[in-house]
């Protein structure tokens, strides 16, 4: 399908602790954890979340009307992304509209459960991308995670 839209602005990164989000878990737990989003801020400034976002339009199963929804609500500047060091990813989480949406009176555009899954479902997929591609094209670090020595041998 895809779609023929200007790219917005990146998201200011947040500095929250990633365990806050329902839908992401990150790290082994300890309390010293660098998300290292200053970095990832500067790389989504330097390009990458105009890489990201033109290879999501590209191919987006959303229609125009829908796009217009999640812009209105400024939903791409909520995206939060991170480092997960115990994984060696970046991590994301995607905004989206919440469940409560018709109670809420959320946007008067909105009218379908079928909108409102497509819309969060893409988002999803736009963060993913932009995860995949600030990854594979702009980080250049290793992970530091060491596991435990004591860990089993599952070979």
Same mark, same amino acid.
């Given at each position: 399908?895809?779609?023929?839209?200007?790219?917005?602005?990146?998201?200011?990164?947040?500095?929250?602790?990633?365990? #806050? @989000?329902?839908?992401?878990?990150?790290?082994?737990?300890?309390?010293?954890?660098?998300?290292?989003?200053?970095?990832?801020?500067?790389?989504? #400034?330097?390009?990458?979340?105009?890489?990201?976002?033109?290879?999501?339009? #590209?191919?987006?199963?959303?229609?125009?009307?829908?796009?217009?929804?999640?812009?209105?609500?400024?939903?791409?500047?909520?995206?939060?992304?991170?480092?997960?060091?115990?994984?060696?990813?970046?991590?994301?989480?995607?905004?989206?509209?919440?469940?409560?949406?018709?109670?809420?009176? @959320?946007?008067?555009?909105?009218?379908?459960?079928?909108?409102?899954?497509?819309?969060?479902?893409?988002?999803?997929?736009?963060?993913?991308?932009?995860?995949?591609?600030?990854?594979?094209?702009?980080?250049?670090?290793?992970?530091?995670?060491?596991?435990?020595?004591?860990?089993?041998?599952? #070979?």
């Amino acid at each position: 399908m895809g779609l023929e839209v200007e790219t917005p602005d990146p998201p200011e990164l947040s500095f929250v602790d990633p365990n #806050e @989000y329902e839908d992401a878990t990150v790290g082994d737990g300890s309390e010293d954890v660098d998300y290292r989003r200053e970095e990832l801020q500067e790389f989504l #400034e330097d390009g990458a979340w105009e890489e990201s976002f033109q290879q999501w339009a #590209e191919r987006a199963d959303l229609e125009r009307a829908a796009y217009e929804i999640a812009r209105d609500l400024e939903l791409f500047s909520e995206f939060d992304f991170f480092w997960d060091d115990f994984a060696d990813r970046v991590g994301y989480h995607a905004p989206g509209i919440p469940e409560d949406w018709r109670e809420r009176s @959320y946007h008067p555009e909105l009218d379908s459960w079928g909108t409102v899954s497509g819309i969060n479902a893409e988002l999803t997929e736009l963060g993913q991308i932009v995860s995949t591609v600030l990854k594979e094209e702009y980080i250049d670090w290793e992970a530091d995670y060491e596991p435990p020595e004591d860990l089993p041998d599952f #070979e």
